[in-house]
């Protein structure tokens, strides 16, 4: 909305949104006009915050041109400016009008000062976009540019706006209040001309400084509630002594002076607690102790303190006893704040002082405990609208001495001042030693939380992170956000483009030796006490490194991370609960005595509720169990006995849909489960008796309790420590085949600096967020020990299969057991790291895979032919190995002996090497018509044509040309162009004889259409093309294609794992002949884990496994039909993978092995069919051990398993019998 002035031309606008309510300019200005009339042409553009006392009459007779927004009080003042300078050009000068402080512009909501300026960087920067070359910006607001602090501030301004700027270094205003409007201190040459007029200034009655110190919270503490008020102090060294706090009434009912020395020269920041020391009912704790150095900036001092450094002195007899001095019936219940001279620097501004109510369902009614309000902005001047306090609440909920969250705590903490992290000591730190070539799965790495454990101060008990400047070592150093799951690069870092990674957040440490809420992420709350009804809800107390809670079970008491009055942060820098990336909440605690009503309820519990709110979990905890609170509070949903009456480390890990808690050195959980939705809650009658509570807490993103929160239980506990622990983690990973020493440097990070966990670029030299010092972390690469595992494959003609291993020197040797069951060992030549592996095959046709070399660096090749005896080597000729490479290796000719297809890149020439065992050099070269189209590929190598020889399939995704090559041989019979398919979401997705008639069909699925059609084939050539049908839902995607009926035609298998729907195309040849569907929805954690026969009917089963809940069934098929489904039970333990499916027994069926590779467990299920016959544990392997092929390496025509251990390096063969274990072998080192 915007306004016409009574000034020549002039536009004046309230920045206001929807879902705001407008605040009106004054009524001097005339009608609503289109602004846009002004905008295109202001060379001058005003802010005036609606803060700045009578600021209408500054706006009368601007300077003509000048276009005026009004700062709506309930919007962020620097948004606003933001947003209306978006996009804008040619402004030449830029005033704002606002209340000021040293080194800061205040606002209504919102500040812009020395200590936030740099996280606004984005912000000021579009500022200067919106200015001309030489543009100014005029700051009007008392002290803005007064001293160093100032003076850098304008600095810095300057630098992010490019714009020359002036401000004021006293007081600006009136002249009879000691102000002018003067600014004083400049940078460059200033060529704006202010846009207030002289008689506006002139008659100007007020000064635009900020209140030395403000009432942040009040209670009115009547029906024995707590009685306080408490004080901010927002100018640094400000002298409060002698300053006194008094009501509303004209004979000042409550006066209290500040008398006592150590009121002089108190921090900004500084929280000062006057309550009713003569109530009996009051529950706050005296607190004399001051000390900003060491972070504790909060005092409780009681009205009848009357010596000391804090002393009070009580004027008259207000807050002498239990009548107090707020009464709840009284227009006077208004705290206010004089000064030495009497004169009133704040006044509580809301017209309605907090008030009690009636308990209806109480007969005879009782008043309800008193009610407090707190300030929940961010300015002093903020404090002084009504609009910037919350609604009233119960004064229990208050939390005297503390910041009130949100944007309230990050207030306070910026007028504190941050003072650097710093590391314990100068000791460079030891990583776990790794292997070289250890596996991308098995390289774990550190937490951020175990890196820095007990590494780093912080007086003001932040976050507690790192900040990577420099990484060194062969290899990457990484870093991962989500435990592991996926790894990021660092990269190049420095100290001037660091990554930051958090780690933990230290909740509550017990051996400060104070209680959690004294620590600024935790407040303690209790219920408030009912008069004939309820005692208080619990009270708590330190005890030798932990804190004592002792909770009643007619009401509660415990501690969360969120306000107790209303719904925000206590502290706003607390971390995102994010459960994809994963998160835990560690804490100690010990079950002195618990007892309860409700076998549904205990006196002790964890409430967690993720930044996903439906998805939270609440653990109950008794002195011989804990439980899972289910989502509608009527029971446990998984529960363990447990004495938990000794003091205990627990772990509340929460990872996508998945909690578990574990106790200090179990790998084991104690209890683990689903994430639940607890928002069915109903929160208004869920306090004691029935009164409402503030606020839902499970509806509350990112909450965190631990306490009584139930009035049929009760406890008595001691909490020693509370922390989060970040899933953040650093690991290296060293170059292929690289030993030696890496090492990693990073700072102290406290995360107050404005980024978040995992932000890159960071400037680690000008923020007091970082340590001044680094500190090292080191790591050895150790050399892998020889002999890693290449394959299992048959090379020895022993009709068994034997391992190739290769070692760190490039030796080579094959291992199988002999009839004795003794490993038998075949030296093989060695060879150099350029030498790879190109194929494995049986190239000299006498049923023994032989190994075929190639040297990426010189471009020769070679052929081993295996046998018993070890490896005959057969050179080939050498290729240019950046041009030539191999497309495929198979036979062509029929012949039982393995060729080679080749295709140079360079000139698109295709040629064989037809292997010819008569022949001396192995291989003869058969050059093929050259296909110069990088873009068509061969796709397929098979017999198309049913005449024995390979031909080859060739397609062109760019531009959807298909042909097939007809081969006779290793020769080229004939070419084939098939119809270009030119839509590229068209693929083939299988070639296969369809129809039996031996000749290859081609199937084509589109992914984005669903289309699914075959190409019928007559040889090499296209007897018709068949449409199937349409898929119209794309994640519906080809499982598997197989003979499912035993006709001899394949069918289609088709499976949607989003939603679990199921079909079967049931295809007559080529053609469809009925679809059927097996299950139209299912739970989407369930999946396919293997199509065979387990019958043995002639029709393929399938095998189901839950990842999450470990549910195992097969559904038995009637041909394409389900003839039923089977269970076959649940693995508790969801670690426990199917690992095989094989013959283990001999019986032609097919058994199912399982692997836990965390704990070793492992087992057989001996299956009849479909069927689960029996289970059977086998012994457990040695964790690090992994299944590396199952195969028959004896020659007893069963299956024996490979064992590898990628962390030793180490081999082993188990040979079975059944369920019985044979023969558990070490390969000789």
Not at 773 to 786: G, H, M, R, S, W
């Amino acid at each position: 909305m915007s306004y016409n002035s009574l000034t020549d031309k002039t536009s004046v606008q309230l920045d206001s949104k929807s879902n705001n309510s407008i605040y009106l300019p004054s009524s001097t200005l005339s009608s609503p006009l289109d602004s846009s009339l002004y905008t295109a042409g202001s060379s001058s553009v005003l802010f005036i915050d609606a803060s700045v006392s009578n600021y209408e009459s500054l706006l009368v007779g601007l300077a003509p041109q000048t276009e005026v927004h009004v700062l709506n009080p309930a919007q962020d003042a620097i948004a606003s400016i933001t947003d209306t300078l978006l996009g804008r050009q040619g402004i030449s000068s830029l005033q704002i009008i606002s209340h000021g402080s040293v080194g800061s512009l205040d606002f209504a909501l919102g500040s812009l000062n020395i200590n936030n300026i740099r996280s606004y960087t984005n912000e000021l920067q579009s500022w200067g976009k919106a200015l001309t070359a030489d543009g100014d910006i005029l700051l009007y607001g008392c002290d803005v540019a007064a001293g160093e602090t100032g003076a850098n501030f304008v600095q810095q301004l300057s630098l992010l706006t490019g714009a020359d700027i002036a401000a004021s270094n006293d007081l600006t205003g009136s002249s009879s209040k000691g102000g002018n409007w003067v600014l004083e201190s400049a940078t460059g040459v200033i060529e704006s001309s202010k846009v207030l007029q002289l008689d506006a200034m002139a008659g100007y009655d007020s000064v635009l400084n900020n209140p030395v110190a403000i009432i942040n919270e009040f209670s009115q503490g009547s029906t024995g509630a707590r009685e306080w008020v408490e004080i901010l102090v927002v100018q640094d060294n400000a002298n409060l002594q002698n300053y006194r706090l008094v009501d509303g009434s004209t004979s000042n009912t409550l006066n209290i002076q500040l008398s006592g020395t150590g009121f002089n020269g108190l921090k900004a920041g500084t929280l000062i607690v006057l309550y009713n020391g003569g109530d009996v009912d009051s529950a706050i704790t005296p607190d004399l102790n001051y000390d900003p150095v060491k972070g504790d900036y909060s005092l409780q001092i009681s009205s009848l303190n009357s010596t000391g450094n804090f002393a009070v002195t009580r004027l008259n007899n207000g807050w002498g006893g239990t009548t107090g001095a707020f009464d709840n019936s009284s227009s006077t219940d208004i705290p206010r704040l004089l000064d030495t001279a009497g004169k009133e620097i704040y006044i509580f501004p809301k017209s309605v002082t907090p008030a009690g109510f009636q308990l209806v369902p109480v007969s005879p009614l009782r008043a309800l405990p008193g009610r407090a309000t707190a300030f929940v902005g961010n300015t002093a001047i903020g404090a002084t609208l009504a609009a910037n306090w919350s609604d009233d609440y119960y004064s229990a909920a208050g939390n005297p001495g503390l910041a009130n969250g949100g944007i309230n705590t990050a207030w306070i903490n910026s007028l504190r001042g941050n003072v650097s992290p710093s590391f314990n000591n100068t000791a460079n730190l030891i990583l776990p030693r790794i292997n070289e070539d250890m596996p991308s799965l098995y390289n774990e790495g550190v937490f951020i939380s175990d890196l820095i454990e007990g590494q780093i101060s912080d007086i003001n008990n932040n976050i507690q992170g790192i900040a990577v400047t420099d990484v060194i070592g062969t290899g990457n150093w990484q870093y991962s956000l989500n435990g592991g799951l996926g790894w990021s690069n660092f990269g190049k870092v420095s100290d001037t483009d660091a990554t930051v990674l958090t780690g933990k957040v230290s909740l509550y440490n017990g051996t400060a030796n104070n209680t959690p809420e004294n620590q600024g992420w935790l407040q303690y709350g209790a219920s408030p006490p009912v008069p004939n009804l309820a005692n208080v809800g619990g009270t708590q107390a330190v005890n030798n490194g932990a804190t004592n809670l002792s909770s009643t079970e007619s009401g509660s008491a415990g501690y969360s991370n969120y306000s107790g009055g209303f719904a925000s942060l206590l502290n706003p820098a607390f971390p995102t609960l994010d459960r994809n990336q994963g998160f835990s909440l560690s804490f100690d605690v010990k079950i002195n005595s618990e007892s309860h009503t409700d076998n549904t309820r205990a006196g002790f519990n964890v409430i967690l509720v993720t930044s996903d709110k439906t998805k939270a979990i609440e653990l109950g905890f008794w002195q011989n169990s804990i439980f899972a609170q289910n989502p509608t509070f009527t029971g446990s949903t998984e529960s363990v006995d447990r004495n938990t009456t000794a003091l205990t480390r627990y772990d509340l890990v929460v990872l996508g849909d998945i909690y578990q808690l574990y106790a200090a050195d179990e790998a084991i959980p104690i209890l683990t489960g689903l994430l639940r939705d607890y928002t069915a809650f109903d929160h208004t009658t869920a306090g004691p008796f029935g009164i409402a509570l503030p606020y839902d807490p499970y509806e509350q993103a990112n909450f965190v309790y631990l306490g009584d929160n139930t009035s049929r239980a009760a406890a008595n506990i001691n909490l020693a420590r509370v922390e989060l622990l970040t899933n953040s983690k650093i690991r290296f990973a060293p170059s292929p085949n690289t030993d030696g020493d890496a090492a990693i440097k990073f700072s102290a990070w406290d995360g107050t600096n404005g980024v978040i966990n995992g932000s890159a670029g960071v400037n680690t030299t000008t923020s007091n967020a970082f340590s001044t010092t680094i500190k090292i972390a080191n790591i050895t690469v150790d050399p892998v020990p020889e002999w890693q595992i290449v394959a299992v494959d048959n090379f020895t003609a022993l009709n068994k299969q034997s391992i190739l291993q290769r070692s760190e020197t490039g030796a080579y040797r094959v291992v199988y057991l002999n009839p004795d069951i003794l490993p038998e060992l075949v030296a093989l030549p060695t060879m150099s790291s350029s030498w790879e592996i190109g194929g494995i095959a049986d190239f000299t046709g006498d049923k023994i895979q032989d190994i075929l070399f190639s040297n990426s660096t010189t471009g020769e090749n070679q052929i081993w032919g295996m046998s018993a005896n070890g490896a005959e080597v057969i050179n080939l000729p050498t290729i240019n190995s950046n041009n030539l490479t191999i497309q495929h290796i198979g036979d062509f000719e029929g012949d039982r002996d393995a060729d080679i297809l080749l295709r140079d890149s360079s000139n698109g020439e295709i040629k064989i090497w037809a292997a010819n065992p008569a022949n001396p050099n192995l291989m003869s070269e058969v050059v093929l018509p050259s296909v110069p189209d990088n873009n068509t590929q061969i796709l397929k190598v098979s017999d198309l044509d049913g005449d024995n020889d390979l031909d080859i399939l060739w397609y062109n995704a760019v531009s959807g040309e298909v042909a097939i090559w007809q081969m006779d041989g290793t020769l080229f019979a004939q070419g084939v162009q098939l119809p270009t398919v030119s839509d590229a979401n068209t693929k083939i997705q299988l070639i296969a004889d369809f129809d039996g008639d031996k000749d290859m069909d081609i199937l084509w699925y589109n992914s984005i259409t669903g289309l699914t059609a075959l190409w019928q084939m007559n040889g090499v050539n296209l007897q018709q093309g068949v449409v199937l049908g349409y898929v119209s839902d794309t994640n519906t995607k080809i499982k598997q294609i197989a003979d499912f009926d035993g006709d001899k035609d394949l069918d289609i298998l088709w499976y949607n794992a989003a939603t679990g729907y199921t079909a079967i195309w049931e295809m007559d040849g080529v053609n469809l002949k009925n679809g059927i569907t097996l299950a139209s929805n299912g739970d989407a954690n369930t999946k396919i884990e293997r199509i065979a026969d387990f019958d043995e009917d002639g029709d393929l089963d399938i095998l189901w496994y839950d990842a999450v809940t470990g549910f195992t069934a097969t559904w038995q098929m009637n041909g394409v039909n389900i003839q039923q489904g089977i269970s076959l039970g649940y693995v508790s333990d969801t670690n426990t993978k199917i690992k095989s499916i094989a013959n283990f027994y001999g019986d032609s069926n097919l058994d199912i092995f399982w692997h836990n590779e965390t704990t070793g467990f492992t087992a057989l299920w001996n299956m009849n069919g479909a069927n689960l016959q029996e289970g059977f544990t086998l012994p457990a392997v040695d964790v690090g051990f992994k299944v590396n092929t199952v195969g028959d390496l004896n020659g007893d025509g069963r299956v024996d398993i490979v064992w590898y251990n990628s962390n030793t390096s180490s081999t082993k063969l188990w040979s079975i019998d059944g369920a019985n274990l044979l023969n558990d072998i070490f390969l000789i080192i």
